[in-house]
């Protein structure tokens, strides 16, 4: 399984950024992807996911009504679209797969990550 993630940026407090993760490798929908960030001296932190099946989403509390996570199954590609981004939201994300659904929790795939900064 290979992932690669891209649309990190420089935005100002406020903007937007679409961030895209493209998979491959894997057989049928019976997978999820996550977007995961870690920002410099701090833990990593799981972002959204979403179930590439049955489309179910999940999202931190800190980006509920800012993020939307969703899928192009055609195109094995997941977005992240981050409006009203604040300098919290500055980080390295990263996307990953989980065979299985999002609550499985099993991400033993990782993309590479792309940087998002945001000044205030």
């Known amino acids: 399984v290979q992932l690669q993630a891209s649309g990190g940026g420089l935005v100002q407090a406020g903007g937007s950024l679409r961030l895209s993760c493209v998979v491959s490798?894997?057989?049928?929908?019976?997978?999820?992807i996550g977007w995961y960030r870690q920002a410099p001296g701090k833990e990593r932190e799981g972002v959204s996911c979403i179930g590439m099946d049955d489309g179910s989403t999940y999202y931190a509390d800190s980006v509920k009504g800012r993020f939307t996570i969703s899928s192009d199954n055609a195109k094995n590609t997941v977005y992240l679209q981050m409006n009203k981004l604040k300098p919290e939201d500055t980080a390295v994300y990263y996307c990953?797969?989980?065979?299985?659904?999002?609550?499985?929790?099993?991400?033993?795939?990782w993309g590479q990550g792309t940087q998002v900064t945001v000044s205030s």
């Open positions: 490798g894997f057989t049928g929908d019976n997978y999820a």
């Open positions: 990953a797969a989980s065979r299985g659904s999002c609550l499985g929790n099993n991400f033993d795939s």
